[in-house]
């Protein structure tokens, strides 16, 4: 029996370019696996794991989020190396909701969610005209400035922070919460990049100046953009204060900048979901690697390095060229 | 009281232009913004400190050996780093930013935190101006500053190799065309940063100690130096660390020492939102940046 090789993906392609036109169970599973896949494993981890690693899978989940909410960012053309800025407002605007007002946490969040959204997008409104390395720059000293803003002027607890804010009622909640946040902040802004509006987005990334030649207002659409992504951002400082009944400076540290962008650049940034994939490599690996301490930052630094200058694609990239191209035995017709 | 807080502003201001001098010089060749440049700051001291108290080499030799390993370690940067993401800004900031994580990390790991980390003054001695006390460290800050400054400007303006450092800054492929090696260059520039940077430390670090979180408000003050001096103009630089060097310490003895940080960095904003080129940024910066 001779055999030859053929490639899954070419028929489909063949029948339909653009239009999927499947012509049975094993080319949609082919197609929908990768679609399946995070979906399922959300819905499933959380009942196989135990308390420790559920602990693990809710910071993964939170670190997913702020490299979804980093990679919008980069492909509305603006670069930031201040996560921490979006974490740290949600964070505080929640604490200070909860503890100053009494609201519940299930009205802090959501409010935390669009008032950090909103006083980010404030705070960066000045410097929106910026590319490249100069957004970059100020992003960098934004959450460093706070920080001794907040040391200094001694508002909302100072160095001490506020403490003994309200919980969520159970941790089944909060991790089932944060996962469908995940994964319809994945699916949905993914399927928001793909559309028209998603395009101008990316254009302004590619070239900002054509964009504003057929008429476009740019920064109009980088507002939305960047209080998008901030959004995302203060979604996961909110929960996290509620998840640690806490909230200080810790929230603008260097840890929540860092994080999102080695998970986006070792996952591949472009597509939001080589940043969850990163961030679901990272975050445990760093887990495991709890007994080495303070040399996380430093293997996080290296990773980048690594990443940046290797395979700048990221793995996200990698494996989606390698699954397209699977093939497999079949026989030679007569 | 006012005499001598405008004396140790002075001071100030040549300790901030020393630490930003090398990341102007590095940005304004090659194009590339070093964000392991306050890595560098710190790890020269820590390696001139390891070689003084360690090893007990002499004070003058372990300086010059930190200073030579941190141009060497400049160069190997660029050579098997950012020559491969050259031109992508954003992937040179990243990874640039990762390299000086690392190395900060590292030190950190290693337990280089205490009081113990402290460099000896050059000449232990102190003068009396205008009813101030001046130690010779902060004398010799400013003359070695000044002298930094003369040697650079003469540097680039009268060799060689500076004219075709200020070529390449000015257009990589005309100067490519006169048979300039832009990646060379490229080279000496980063290397010749991280050589200022350690430089600087040199000088500075005996007045305070070697800490970690040195490295990034280096890089910060180095940072915002050059974003209100305009990227690439030493004379911005210098004129930019004489304002935020005089704020900073009319601040301190005016206000409080918590607000010292948040005047430079309120200053980087303002001047980004009311001139984003800086205040000496040509036009050619101004289409870079926005």
Same mark, same amino acid.
């Given at each position: ?143 460093? *400035? ?102 200080? *400076? ?85 | ?290």
């Amino acid at each position: 029996m001779k055999k030859r090789k053929e490639r899954i993906d070419r028929g489909i392609k063949v029948r339909s370019e653009d239009i999927f036109a499947l012509c049975s169970i094993r080319e949609m599973l082919y197609l929908s696996t990768p679609r399946l896949l995070p979906i399922v494993g959300c819905l499933v981890l959380p009942l196989v794991l135990g308390i420790y690693w559920q602990r693990v899978l809710l910071s993964v989940a939170v670190f997913a989020l702020l490299a979804i909410s980093w990679d919008i960012l980069v492909q509305s053309s603006m670069v930031s190396l201040g996560q921490a800025l979006f974490f740290g407002m949600g964070a505080y605007s929640a604490g200070v909701l909860n503890h100053y007002l009494g609201l519940s946490p299930f009205f802090t969040i959501p409010l935390a969610t669009v008032i950090g959204g909103f006083m980010c997008t404030a705070l960066l409104l000045p410097v929106l005209r910026l590319r490249g390395i100069y957004f970059a720059m100020v992003t960098l000293i934004i959450p460093l *400035m706070l920080t001794r803003v907040i040391e200094a002027t001694k508002i909302f607890g100072g160095t001490e922070g506020i403490s003994g804010l309200t919980p969520l009622p159970s941790r089944w909640l909060e991790l089932y919460l944060v996962l469908a946040v995940l994964l319809a902040a994945l699916f949905g802004f993914r399927r928001m990049m793909d559309s028209d509006y998603g395009l101008v987005l990316k254009g302004i990334n590619d070239n900002d100046r054509s964009v504003m030649n057929a008429g476009i207002n740019i920064y109009w659409f980088k507002i939305q953009a960047l209080f998008i992504s901030s959004s995302i951002g203060a979604f996961a400082g909110a929960l996290m204060t509620h998840v640690y009944m806490f909230v200080g *400076m810790p929230v603008f540290a260097l840890d929540y900048s860092i994080l999102p962008i080695a998970a986006a650049v070792v996952g591949g940034p472009g597509t939001l979901a080589g940043a969850t994939l990163g961030a679901f490599i990272l975050v445990p690996l760093s887990e495991a690697l709890r007994g080495v301490g303070g040399l996380r930052i430093v293997f996080y630094g290296l990773f980048l390095v690594i990443f940046v200058v290797a395979l700048p694609e990221g793995i996200f990239h990698y494996i989606r060229r390698k699954y397209l191209q699977f093939e497999r035995w079949v026989e030679v017709e007569k | 009281m006012v005499a001598g807080t405008i004396i140790y502003a002075l001071i100030n201001s040549f300790i901030l232009a020393l630490m930003a001098i090398g990341f102007n010089l590095t940005f304004g060749i090659s194009g590339v913004a070093n964000f392991a440049y306050g890595a560098f700051y710190v790890l020269a001291a820590y390696v001139s400190w390891i070689l003084l108290n360690l090893l007990e080499f002499p004070y003058p030799v372990s300086a010059v050996i930190s200073i030579l390993f941190t141009v060497i370690l400049g160069a190997l940067m660029y050579r098997f780093v950012l020559l491969r993401v050259r031109g992508q800004p954003v992937s040179e900031v990243i990874a640039t930013f990762g390299i000086g994580l690392s190395i900060l990390e590292l030190f950190r790991y290693l337990g280089f935190i205490g009081f113990e980390y402290t460099m000896p003054v050059f000449i232990d001695k102190s003068f009396f101006f205008f009813g101030t006390y001046v130690d010779m460290q902060r004398i010799l800050i400013v003359i070695i500053g000044l002298c930094l400054i003369i040697f650079l400007w003469f540097f680039t303006h009268h060799t060689s190799l500076g004219l075709a450092f200020r070529g390449i800054a000015q257009d990589e492929r005309t100067a490519l065309t006169f048979g300039m090696d832009s990646d060379r260059i490229a080279t000496l520039s980063v290397s010749f940063g991280a050589g200022l940077a350690a430089v600087a430390s040199t000088i500075i670090i005996p007045l305070g100690t070697i800490s970690v979180g040195e490295g990034y408000d280096v890089l910060i003050k180095a940072l915002a130096v050059c974003i209100i001096g305009g990227l690439g103009s030493t004379g911005g630089v210098i004129l930019a660390s004489f304002l935020i060097g005089f704020a900073e310490r009319f601040t301190d003895s005016y206000i409080g020492s918590h607000w010292t940080m948040i005047v430079s960095l309120a200053a980087i904003l303002i001047v980004l939102i009311i001139k984003p080129s800086g205040l000496f940024g040509k036009q050619k910066e101004l289409e870079e940046r926005i």
